[in-house]
DNA sequence: ATGCCTCTATGATCACGATCAAGGAGGTGA
DNA sequence: TCACCTCCTTGATCGTGATCATAGAGGCAT
């Protein structure tokens, strides 16, 4: 019994510990990013730990009510909006240490629904009292504006994508892409896990299933990746970042 | 003489006048939207005029230092980014009211040059300052939030529209959106002149100039608009928007 | 294990919009 | 005023990727 008792009290410690932005692995990429070890303990009092996501279920919903951004832990999240009659666009995939949520602040309304695609845990950081602490701290209000500027940059990028380039260069994007946030993740760059479906991809990349399907068929006997269901393997990364920039 | 030397005292009393944010008739639309008077006197301190762009000049060129952000004033300005060899892409018009820079705080440089399609006047706004200033006014931070969280949401609009909408779709949300940009700011929804030509048109819907043409051509034998070279007339924006939305 | 259901792969056909081609309109500077 | 150059329009053809159709593979609960 007093071995149990310990046990748990070990593993709340442990637990407590873990969920300290102090001590999370994630410190260096996330928003807390800049800031000193003080005001990384007023930045962690405000923020609260969500039980963890199941595959499928919904951070939040298309259309409630915006109250907090989140960062993502572990797992990984799509954004998906539907615009009437059922028909869904997926806007798009959150990894560990990303931001969601962002894009609700000016309707006070989420502007899509965001699901897990795998179990998935996250940060919740209620906004107003973000706001009110970015005003304390300068770096903390940097890092704010850092992100979403970095997420409008980056939707500028994806808009390139959706307009100029040919279906090919839209997955060797995609899987250039996703390298490059395993990597900077500390994750293997070649040799990844997809959280997200074929459907979920070539929605997002705006192709049809098929499409999809057939170009990593083609990618797999160019000798570019080695795809069996979900597992990746990227062979020739340099060969797949160049027929993601080619001109068409 | 006097009289001359009394017009020129009006004359810069009356620039002056104009030019300072509570006289300024976009007030109600633009960052300072929310301020009280006395706040709205310190935001206006910060800010620096420009003299007017004409038509071609650019704002700022793509991977120039960012230290501004800036408002738009009169006219209008497209944002270009260009990748590799020439392939340029427009990702974004701008009218009165509306803030450009946004995406350059991430990484300290523009990601595009912003150039003026006709004479165009803005307000520039340091963005140390602004950051600064925010601090002690919340509400300034808030809209300055609201602005970026804005243009993320107007961002994953634009995807839903690369990547799910036909050609005719696209151009009618082209103009219904145009429509809906001069309602709100006070201008006929119905009657306006395109600053922009079609080649910028078709390259910010990721069409060709060609399929620009034909469609706008089809939307007149309709009866939808009446279209002489850039002045537009919307004889049924309701059709318009219905098309706008309407499934594939 | 067994069956069910979703996800994925592959083939055949079709359509939308790009591309190529050429002519006309409109604005601008000498 | 004229010539030039850019912008716009219209026509003909072609290609990429969507769609339709089918079948196989893999996950999950019972």
Redesign the pocket.
């Known amino acids: 019994m007093a071995v149990h008792a310990a046990n748990a009290i070990d593993k709340r410690r442990s637990l407590l510990h873990e969920t300290r932005c102090q001590n999370c692995s994630l410190s260096s990429l996330c928003l807390p990013l800049a800031l000193e070890l003080e005001d990384m303990e007023q930045f962690d009092a405000i923020i609260r730990r969500r039980a963890p996501l199941k595959?499928g279920e919904s951070l939040f919903r298309q259309g409630s009510a915006f109250n907090s951004v989140y960062a993502v832990r572990s797992g990984s999240l799509k954004q998906v909006t539907t615009e009437g009659s059922g028909d869904d666009q997926v806007t798009n995939f959150y990894l560990p240490s990303e931001l969601v949520g962002l894009d609700g602040i000016d309707e006070q309304a989420y502007p899509g629904s965001v699901i897990a695609l795998e179990t998935t845990t996250v940060c919740e950081i209620p906004f107003d009292r973000l706001d009110t602490l970015s005003e304390a701290l300068p770096e903390l209000r940097g890092q704010l504006y850092r992100s979403m500027s970095k997420e409008l940059r980056d939707d500028r990028r994806m808009m390139r994508l959706l307009s100029r380039?040919?279906?090919?260069?839209?997955l060797a994007s995609f899987f250039s892409s996703l390298s490059d946030r395993f990597r900077r993740r500390g994750y293997s760059p070649y040799s990844f896990r997809?959280s997200?479906?074929?459907?979920?991809?070539?929605n997002y990349?705006?192709?049809?299933?098929?499409?999809?399907?057939?170009?990593?068929?083609r990618f797999?006997q160019q000798g570019l990746v080695e795809?069996?269901?979900?597992e990746v393997n990227i062979l020739n990364l340099e060969a797949l970042l160049a027929q993601a920039q080619e001109e068409?």
């Open positions: 595959k380039k040919t279906a090919d260069q839209r997809l997200m479906s074929r459907a979920d991809i070539g990349l705006g192709l049809a299933v098929e499409t999809v399907s057939r170009i990593l068929g797999q795809v069996s269901g979900r068409p």
